[in-house]
């Protein structure tokens, strides 16, 4: 096998910093060159901020692990450069199937709704993902973007200065001393750093064990999910099946919590569960073999001072609803934009603190989804197991019990309802979707859609609205996007953003996020806007 | 004269669902049995219509 997760692609390479006379100091360090460490360092660099990614490896993940990638995670890749090789290998899906004892109780369909340019869903092995993450940073690389990436480089100790962080780091050549302004850890569930700086990671520990296995074969299964509740392969315990690319099937199955881990994992012990699953004949290869145990989350706060936590670093949930890469890359979403206005000196460093306060949000969203998920899939008392247990008998004969069935409430984007950037709704009866703190849902515009009009920095959204091109607020800059809703002739724009108005004005954060909407422009109030939204008011 | 719904009309399920398991925390069997009953009674009464009520009885019997 010459699988991708075992080439070295960052490999160790000596730097300058190691040979220098007093410690390099660099705009930002990124501890971490997973999915979440390097799409903040792609972010950074592609704003122009020089960034160094410090990995104590230098390949990709190993096996497939996050493999479910929701809509809004691919608008944020979209706008990183690497959301096309995404959805171009892989699959895409919309049909579930439930399963309860030897039967299916029932299906359903996703139904995506139109009129936006990415699936809902697709499924890809994390070592894809992080691969085209790779490309794209040496793609900037090469137009010249301050970005590097060292592999092999094991951060021992830190210390945080008031406006600095110094870091010791190990390599295969010895250690050396490096700086930064300002240090994003990106470093997983495990964090070194978190544990270096004594800080807290408290939450709800799941006495459960789940083997996960990547299958290779040529099934003739369909690209669905399917879900089981104590099926007969595998009683009083759940299964899952999930189709990646290269027809490799994603098994999940629970084992309890009393278990010899290392035995479970031997092929011998995989194999004749898998057949008791998938049925005698099927042939099949195993590409990799998984237990894993969870627990449910966070840090007390993701900033301390110049460090800042993003990803399973910051907060841990339960893999049911595919919320952890998918909230982690919204975390840095969020995050980067602030520090890029900090840096410049554009905003107030106190507008961290709103990374703080809505990607807590977030994550606390997504930890209360996961949590619920968790106690339906593993009942933890006998009578929350006679609920579930009727909520599925029920859900075969009617449509009533199917929104109680909890395999996993499937990541949804967050909107920061209540966040300090957030300006008063001034848009009369508004669609809720699209209220202050919300991410801009898409809209098909002609031949395009609207968020790759979006994003990076300030936008005046007008449709059908009078406003200046440019508005400059304390050196922030505000371009307008003049749209009107005959610019989609499937009216979902004005579906979206409008409801019954005639026009609207909407104030977009450089996430897609909207700060601020009004039915008309009115320029004190945008510039109140524009204020708040940096961290100012 | 109104029929039994088997369609969903629980806005926010998954907040109803955690509320009534966190209702049954920390009871044993038979405390958590009684519960139950007793919140068949609560609900039977405030749907009070002896028809539907009926239809009910057999919808969760599977005898439909």
Redesign the interface.
């Known amino acids: 096998m010459n699988k991708i997760f075992e080439v070295p692609l960052y490999a160790y390479e000596r730097s300058p910093d190691q040979d220098a006379s007093s410690p390099a100091r660099h705009k930002v360090i990124v501890i971490g060159a997973g999915p979440i460490g390097l799409a903040a360092a792609i972010d950074l660099a592609q704003q122009g901020i020089e960034v160094v990614v410090l990995d104590d490896n230098d390949k990709v993940s190993f096996g497939s692990r996050a493999v479910c990638y929701a809509k809004r995670p691919l608008e944020i890749l979209d706008r990183l450069g690497c959301g096309q090789p995404m959805v171009d290998k892989g699959v895409e899906w919309n049909l579930g199937k439930v399963f309860f004892d030897d039967r299916q109780v029932y299906d359903f369909n996703l139904l995506p709704e139109d009129g936006h340019q990415r699936p809902a869903f697709i499924n890809l092995q994390q070592y894809y993902f992080e691969e085209y993450l790779v490309n794209r940073v040496r793609e900037l690389q090469e137009a010249g973007a301050p970005i590097e990436i060292r592999g092999r480089n094991k951060v021992e100790a830190i210390g945080t200065h008031a406006d600095h962080v110094k870091l010791e780091v190990e390599t295969p050549e010895g250690s050396y001393t490096v700086e930064a302004d300002w240090l994003i850890a990106c470093d997983g569930a495990g964090s070194p750093v978190r544990s270096m700086l004594g800080l807290d990671f408290v939450g709800r520990v799941f006495e459960d064990n789940f083997l996960i296995a990547d299958v290779i074969m040529d099934a003739g299964f369909p690209t669905e999910r399917w879900f089981w509740f104590d099926p007969p392969f595998n009683r009083g315990q759940s299964a899952l099946l999930h189709k990646q690319p290269d027809n490799v099937w994603r098994i999940d199955l629970q084992l309890g919590w009393d278990i010899d881990k290392e035995r479970e994992k031997r092929p011998e012990n995989v194999i004749p569960r898998l057949k008791a699953m998938l049925g005698e004949d099927v042939q099949f290869e195993l590409e990799w073999v998984s237990i894993y145990t969870f627990q449910c989350r966070r840090m007390e706060k993701f900033r301390h001072g110049r460090v800042l936590f993003a990803g399973d670093a910051a907060h841990q949930v339960s893999p049911f609803g595919a919320r952890g890469a998918n909230s982690g890359l919204q975390d840095t979403d969020n995050l980067i934009w602030k520090l890029k206005l900090v840096m410049e000196g554009k905003a107030p460093e106190s507008l961290l603190d709103s990374y703080d306060m809505e990607r807590i949000h977030g994550a606390d969203e997504n930890i209360l989804?996961s949590s619920?998920s968790t106690?339906?899939i593993t009942p933890k008392?006998?009578?929350?197991r006679v609920?579930r247990d009727a909520?599925l008998?029920?859900s075969e004969?009617?449509?009533?019990a199917?929104?109680?069935v909890?395999s996993g409430?499937l990541s949804v984007p967050c909107t920061y309802d209540g966040s300090p950037l957030n300006s008063a709704d001034a848009l009369l009866d508004g669609p809720a979707r699209t209220r202050p703190g919300s991410p801009c849902l898409d809209a098909p515009l002609g031949d395009g859609f609207l968020l790759p009009k979006l994003g990076d920095k300030f936008i005046l959204l007008t449709i059908d609205a009078d406003a200046p091109d440019l508005i400059e607020e304390e050196g922030i800059e505000v371009t307008r996007l003049a749209l009107s809703v005959k610019d989609d002739p499937t009216m979902e724009l004005k579906r979206r953003y409008l409801g019954d108005n005639d026009s609207a004005v909407y104030l977009i954060r450089p996430d897609q996020h909207v700060a601020a909407r009004r039915a008309t422009f009115d320029e004190t109030q945008f510039r109140h806007a524009i204020r708040r939204a940096t961290g100012k008011e | 004269m109104s029929d039994l719904?088997?369609?969903?009309?629980?806005a926010g399920?998954?907040d109803f669902?955690?509320e009534?398991?966190a209702a049954?925390?920390g009871?044993d069997?038979s405390a958590?049995?009684a519960l139950?009953a007793r919140l068949v009674l609560v609900l039977a009464n405030h749907i009070g219509d002896r028809a539907v009520l009926s239809k009910a009885l057999k919808?969760?019997a599977?005898k439909?």
């Open positions: 989804n619920r106690d339906f008392s006998e009578m929350s609920l909520v008998d029920l004969q009617y449509e009533f199917r929104p109680l909890n409430r | 719904t088997l369609t969903p009309n629980i399920a998954d669902y955690a009534l398991l049954h925390e009871l069997k958590s049995d139950n919808a969760a599977f439909e």
